[in-house]
C-alpha cells in the first residue's frame, strides 16, 4: 500500500462502556476493554497493538465518519459535539466515542484529487 493522499480527518475511537455487565467476556469477539483506543484516518481503525476494529462496528462507524468529511455537524444526529458521537456496537454490547480532529489538508473532492 502506498498512501498519497493526506486525509483531511484523523479519528479517535475509544471504548468507553459495555451495555452487558462490566466486561464483553462470551460477548464481544473483540475482547474490547474500557480505555482501548483506536484510531485512522480514512482506512479501518487499529489500536497500538495493529489490532483492527470490530468489523460490525466499522459498518456503523463508516457512514458517520462519511458525514464529517462532508462538513456534517454529528450534533445534527445524536452527537456530543460537532465532531464527537457515541455509538454502540451492533451486538448491542460496546460502547463507543467516536471523536475527529480535522488535520488542515484539503478535501478529497474540492481539492481535484480524485481525477474528476
Given at each position: 500500500m502506498k498512501?498519497?493522499?493526506d486525509e483531511e480527518y484523523e479519528w479517535e475511537i475509544e471504548t468507553v462502556g459495555f451495555l452487558r455487565g462490566e466486561s464483553t467476556e462470551n460477548y464481544c469477539r473483540n475482547g474490547e476493554e474500557i480505555g482501548d483506543k483506536y484510531t485512522c484516518t480514512y482506512g479501518c481503525p487499529v489500536n497500538s497493538d495493529g489490532q483492527g476494529i470490530c468489523s460490525k462496528t466499522m459498518m456503523v462507524m463508516f457512514p458517520?465518519?462519511?458525514a464529517v468529511r462532508s462538513g456534517g455537524d454529528l450534533e445534527n444526529i445524536g452527537g456530543e459535539g460537532k465532531y464527537t458521537k457515541t455509538v454502540v456496537c451492533p451486538d448491542g454490547?460496546?460502547?463507543f466515542r467516536m471523536t475527529a480532529k480535522r488535520l488542515g489538508n484539503e478535501n478529497?473532492?474540492?481539492g481535484k484529487f480524485c481525477g474528476r
Open positions: 498512501k498519497w493522499y458517520i465518519m462519511e454490547c460496546v460502547v478529497f473532492f474540492k
